[in-house]
């Protein structure tokens, strides 16, 4: 009697699910790096999601009224639950939350640099509403169409809570531009501090991106950086005109030929600095995770215990 060998499905044969634009689900046979980009790309996600309350939260009590306060504090709870997607999902490719928030704190899995900037004004309020979630919006519609299926399906709410964010940001900023003089130079002066690190939220121009030629043929990634990058310039430009913004690059030009905005070099040095931790912001933004996670301890523990209790009792019952 001969052994029934069952074969492993090949790496061929998975490449042709993703150009069948199949969804591949956890239980699925998956190549070991296809696994660890996902729990690199989602886990980034998620952090970045979570960090980013940070530099919102700082305004929730000046906020300058109650109806702004009450719209803030609801965006930073959605930037909360998209944390919770994102974990979730990436939980399904056999890694512990623990262990995501670990590597985390150890600084070994990254977050989006713009979160390492300071939040100075009320106008950065607007800036990150209207720009930063302007630029995760234009990239996260692509990842609705993201080749893993627990991704793609938490993207869909998550787009559509960002849609109202951006909406939200670009108010402030449209308020600010119908106020005083103090008010437009406000707005102005975000503007001119978040413009840059918004472009750098998409990551290297394309020859210089270390995963995107794989990520792409994986259709983890369903555009490219600098595609992604232009699209976002083009709408912005447009969007700060209309309420008499300026775009803080000389360079900045309507090309006829191209159907685009030409832009001006991004500042890579400064791009480094940050990723590698050496922003405005990285240490307090880090050694404030660090310590609401300490604090929090208990809860956690908490309802483990709760949970340990519930499910013995079910048992018992059984
Ligand atoms: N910041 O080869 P690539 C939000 C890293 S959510 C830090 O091009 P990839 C909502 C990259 O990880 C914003 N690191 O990499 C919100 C890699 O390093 P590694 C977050 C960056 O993965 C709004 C290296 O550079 N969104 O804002 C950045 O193919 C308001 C080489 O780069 C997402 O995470 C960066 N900007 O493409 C919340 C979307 N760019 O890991 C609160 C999902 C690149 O090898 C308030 N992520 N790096 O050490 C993605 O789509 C991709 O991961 C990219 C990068 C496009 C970010």
Redesign the pocket.
């Given at each position: 009697m001969t052994d029934n060998v069952v074969a492993l499905p090949s790496e061929e044969q998975f490449q042709a699910r993703i150009d069948a634009e199949e969804k591949i689900e956890p239980k699925d046979w998956m190549p070991e790096k296809y696994r660890q980009t996902l729990i690199?790309?989602?886990s980034?996600?998620a952090h970045?999601?979570v960090i980013?309350?940070q530099?919102?939260g700082n305004w929730i009590s000046r906020a300058p009224t109650l109806e702004r306060k009450a719209i803030l504090l609801a965006?930073v709870q959605d930037?909360a639950g998209?944390g919770l997607y994102l974990y979730s999902a990436a939980e399904t490719l056999g890694i512990t939350r623990e262990e995501l928030i670990d590597r985390l704190h150890k600084g070994t899995s990254?977050?989006?640099?713009?979160?390492n900037y300071p939040s100075i004004t009320w106008a950065d309020i607007g800036a990150?509403?209207w720009l930063?979630?302007s630029?995760?919006i234009v990239?996260?519609v692509s990842?609705q169409n993201t080749s893993y299926g627990p991704y793609a399906r938490a993207m869909v709410r998550i787009c559509k809570e960002?849609s109202f964010?951006q909406r939200q940001g670009y108010h402030i900023m449209m308020t600010l531009m119908e106020g005083s003089d103090e008010q437009k130079a406000m707005a102005q002066d975000s503007v001119n501090r978040w413009w840059w690190p918004a472009l750098?939220?998409?990551?290297?121009h394309d020859g210089?991106?270390?995963?995107?030629a794989q990520?792409m043929k994986w259709k983890i990634?369903r555009r490219a950086?600098d595609d992604?990058r232009q699209q976002f310039v083009d709408q912005a430009v447009q969007q700060a005109h209309a309420i008499g913004l300026e775009v803080p690059d000389p360079d900045l030009k309507w090309n006829e030929e191209r159907g685009h905005y030409d832009f001006g070099a991004i500042d890579w040095a400064e791009?480094e600095r940050?990723?590698s931790g050496n922003g405005p912001c990285n240490r307090q933004r880090l050694a404030h995770h660090v310590k609401a996670h300490e604090e929090g301890a208990w809860v956690r523990e908490a309802m483990a215990a709760y949970d340990a209790k519930r499910r013995a009792r079910k048992a018992n019952v059984a």
């Open positions: 690199r790309q989602i980034q996600h970045s999601e980013g309350e530099p919102e965006k930037e998209h990254k977050y989006a640099s713009i979160f990150i509403g930063v979630d630029a995760a990239n996260q990842l960002e964010h750098m939220m998409f990551g290297p210089e991106s270390a995963h995107s990520n990634k950086n992604l791009f940050v990723v």
